[in-house]
Structures are given as C-alpha cells and as structure tokens.
C-alpha cells in the first residue's frame, strides 16, 4: 500500500499546468477538500498532506493571486509533525478563489478541479478484492464542494456511491474503468499504469489459482474414487466373488489393486487390451452393480 501512495502523490505532485485559469481553478478545487476554521482574523485551511502545499505554492505563483504579488501564508509546525496550515485574510481574495470555482463558468476545466480537489481530499484503496477510490469532502466547506463533486462526476457519467460520515461526505467509486479513467483524464498517467498494471497481475493470479484448484479438486476427485474402488476390490477378494466375474472386469478388479493412485485413464491403459476413460467407468459401474447382487458364474461384460 506505500508503494501505492508514493506513486499517487508523486504523480499528482508532478502534474503542473501554466495557465492562470488552469492554476487558479485547481486551487479552488484544492482548498475544497481541506479541513477549514474560522475566526476573527480570517479563515484557515489545513492538511497533513505535506505535498500539497509545495504544489500549492508552484500553482499559486502561476494563478492571478500569485502574478499580483499575494503571497501565501502558511504555517508549518515545527519538526514538519502534525497538520500545515494557509491562513486567508482577505475577504475578497476568498471571493476570487470562490469565483473559480464556478464549473458551470469554467466547465471545460473540470478536470483541473478535480485533479486539485483529489489532492487534498482523494485517496485510491487496493484491498484483496477490487479497487476504489474515494473523495472525503468536509462539510464545513463554504463552497458546497460535496454538491458539487456530485454533479461533476454524474456529468461525466460516472458511478459512485455518496455517503455520510460523521462532519464529511464520502464519495466511492468502485468500478475499476472508471477510476483509470478518471485517473488519465486527471494527467495522472503513472497512476493509471500502475492500477491496470496490478488489475493485469491480479487477474492472472486469480486464472493461476482457478487452475491449481481445479487440478487440486479433480486430484482429490480421483483419489477417492480410486480408494472406494479399492475398497469394492478387496470386499470382492474376501468374498471370493472376484473369481465369479467376467474376465474384463477381473482383470479391472486386479488392475486396480496393481494401481491403487492410478486415473480411471490410466487404469484403461493398464489393460491388456487398453481401452477409454469412459469405458473403464462404465466396468466399475457394472462391477458395483454386480457386488450389491447375487454373483452367477457368467461371462461377457
């Protein structure tokens, strides 16, 4: 699973745009999906998503905040243990970010919204069966970022399943051609590799397992068979009614007992004179018949 997580954040870190549009509208789409706290000198974002904010301030120096000389404001803890923070102070620069974030102005750039709102709030599981991906939206959110994602991701006719946790709403998606896709269209080829990389070596492992268990069941299919073949054979002995069969089925009876592992193929070839599979079935069958009645001296068979 760390394997899988490097690869995502370094994917979505390596992801850069240098358009102001494009930069500014994932912004919106990154701040979206972070915890926020109000207060008397402003309003705070935070994560404990260290890479976030070293894209964050690429993105930002790209977008109009960054280009008009606004700098950002984060704190970060002392020994980088625990959650950054981005402090906005002005109402207004709230008002342009929130201005981005309109998909219905900005629709061709969706996929920049989701791509920075993935960041900040996305996650991709690979549990022993299936995949998902999941997007965890505070709702404390002042950008109706939960209604939002919602109607994005219908749009692109995409399915997913929203429920409520506690203060957030979460978003999964299950189907595997969903995420890949949205993965592409996020920039995020690497990612997208990597998952059809482990769908391929998970399907092959599971074909692998199909055939050593259905090579394991008919193994054990045979090797009961034989053993209540033998079973038939001995009882036979002790009765003495082995000498009372037709010749091709006491020559089966022994070659049984020559061969007690042997497969009902094998057992026919084993015969003086071999024969099929089905024909050796057909023999023990009749020898089966022949133990549970009366036994006369006849001959055929």
Request: charge should be positive.
């Amino acid at each position: 699973m760390e394997k899988l997580r490097e690869v995502i954040r370094d994917d979505w870190s390596a992801v850069l745009v240098d358009d102001r549009v494009e930069a500014s509208v994932e912004i919106n789409g990154i701040l979206s999906g972070l915890m926020i706290g109000r207060d008397r000198e402003g309003v705070s974002f935070s994560s404990g998503r260290f890479f976030l904010f070293r894209k964050l301030k690429k993105l930002w120096a790209i977008s109009d905040w960054g280009r008009s000389g606004k700098t950002l404001n984060l704190m970060i803890p002392a020994g980088k243990k625990g959650r950054i923070s981005l402090r906005l102070d002005s109402g207004n620069l709230l008002k342009d970010i929130s201005y981005y974030g309109d998909l219905h102005r900005f629709e061709t750039y969706s996929w920049h919204w989701l791509r920075g709102l993935f960041g900040s709030c996305g996650s991709l599981f690979l549990p022993r069966t299936g995949y998902y991906m999941a997007f965890r939206v505070s709702e404390a959110c002042q950008w109706d970022s939960s209604e939002k994602l919602e109607r994005v991701l219908s749009s692109k006719g995409i399915s997913f399943r929203r429920r409520q946790r506690l203060n957030y709403s979460e978003f999964v998606l299950r189907d595997q051609s969903s995420i890949v896709g949205m993965l592409s269209n996020m920039l995020m080829f690497k990612s997208s590799l990597f998952l059809e990389e482990k769908a391929l070596l998970r399907s092959i492992k599971e074909r692998a397992n199909k055939v050593v268990n259905c090579d394991a069941s008919n193994i054990r299919k045979s090797l009961e068979s034989a053993q209540r073949q033998i079973e038939l054979a001995r009882m036979l002995l002790a009765r003495g009614d082995v000498l009372k069969l037709p010749e091709k089925l006491r020559e089966l009876v022994h070659a049984r007992l020559e061969n007690p592992s042997a497969t009902l193929y094998e057992l026919g070839q084993a015969l003086s004179r071999p024969v099929s599979k089905s024909t050796v079935k057909y023999r023990w069958g009749k020898i089966e018949h022949l133990a549970n009645t009366p036994l006369k001296n006849e001959k055929g068979g």
